[in-house]
């Protein structure tokens, strides 16, 4: 016999629980840190996990921002019987069916095609929207635990341009011993951290962040991590035409677009010849970051839970009728979804990456 299902507007009823499932050897999971200050020396410990890393850095994460926001959830390595599970969509086998007592949540952060038996997803790119009727929700990204800013000591010096990312990623043509010649011309070096480094911008004086050249890619599954670590650590950022930059930056208030070697050289020089653009930059950055702070952030997951996922999980587990239509049409998706990835890479008009205005967090 079930439990009676929580009822949102009385408070009455079981109240289903919120488990956070990462699939890890028991091994693994005793180690993984209890508390989010502790995540950014246990990441750069655990090299290990490098092949699955953003599962850790979504569904671990935001468990413990929301462990310390004080919300009751826990986090599982096995798959529970019931309740609401929150996890990477990588961690769900794609024909996975839930049953009346489970409801998932699935984070689709940078993948492109979503679970086809979900009941919810959650997406970190603001104007990214999915098919087939499929609800989700739009979420901010946790900014850079442990992210060590901009030393004021260095004052309006413009020396060193970061890339913080794998070396295999900067683009080829930023790469080469000529395009090292042209900074030097401007009084740059081109610094490329270790993981372990990620985190301390300390003795950054710019950010650059190029996914790809041209206009052609609007990489509409990414988030706009970069940008914020960039406002975070009060230094200006020199990034490529990614439309998550667009709506909650805006190239030429909160950071300069480049798309392609010649621009981002352009970029550079005006940054380097000009110290009231680059505060101009610093500055509306700080303003914009607000919005993406971890209490902010914090406390839309709450607002997501208690708004959104538990009075749907109660009508879930509630609705026999619900349950059999959301059966029958995952039925199709599961058939359909991973032989149109295309369908989740497109905006419904060319210009509508210009009509988008900021937009926040949940």
Not at 125 to 152: C, D, I
Request: glycine share 6%; with cysteine; hydrophobic share 45%.
């Amino acid at each position: 016999m079930h439990a009676r299902p929580f009822d949102m507007r009385t408070g009455s009823g079981e109240r289903p629980p919120v488990s956070f499932y990462l699939p890890c050897t028991p091994a693994e999971f005793i180690r993984l840190p209890t508390a989010i200050e502790h995540y950014w020396a246990w990441q750069t410990s655990e090299a290990g996990l490098v092949p699955h890393w953003g599962r850790y850095h979504w569904v671990l994460q935001s468990f413990l921002q929301l462990r310390a926001a004080g919300y009751p959830a826990r986090l599982v390595r096995e798959m529970p019987d019931a309740g609401i599970v929150v996890s990477h969509v990588d961690c769900f086998d794609y024909g996975l069916r839930p049953h009346r007592d489970l409801y998932l949540v699935v984070l689709l952060v940078d993948r492109e095609v979503p679970h086809p038996h979900a009941q919810w997803h959650i997406t970190h790119n603001p104007v990214q929207t999915l098919p087939m009727w499929l609800p989700f929700s739009y979420m901010a990204p946790w900014p850079q635990v442990g992210l060590v800013p901009r030393r004021a000591e260095r004052g309006s010096r413009f020396e060193r341009l970061a890339f913080v990312g794998y070396r295999q990623n900067l683009m080829p043509q930023l790469a080469t011993p000529q395009f090292s010649a042209q900074l030097r011309e401007l009084g740059l070096e081109l610094v490329i951290p270790e993981p372990a480094g990620w985190a301390d911008f300390s003795d950054f004086d710019a950010v650059l962040a190029v996914r790809s050249f041209g206009r052609d890619e609007i990489h509409l599954n990414k988030p706009a991590l970069k940008l914020y670590n960039a406002w975070l650590a009060g230094v200006p950022a020199v990034l490529g035409h990614e439309i998550a930059y667009v709506v909650e930056g805006g190239p030429g208030r909160a950071y300069l677009e480049a798309t392609n070697e010649a621009e981002v050289l352009a970029a550079l020089r005006r940054l380097a010849g000009d110290a009231s653009l680059r505060q101009a930059l610093m500055a509306e950055g700080r303003q914009r970051v607000a919005h993406f702070s971890e209490e902010r952030l914090r406390e839309a997951w709450v607002a997501l839970f208690e708004r959104v996922l538990l009075p749907d999980a109660n009508r879930w587990m509630g609705s026999a009728p619900r349950r059999v239509l959301h059966r029958g049409a995952g039925a199709i998706r599961e058939r359909l979804l991973w032989r149109r990835p295309g369908w989740f890479g497109q905006l419904p008009t060319p210009s509508a990456a210009l009509e988008i205005p900021f937009k926040e967090a949940l």
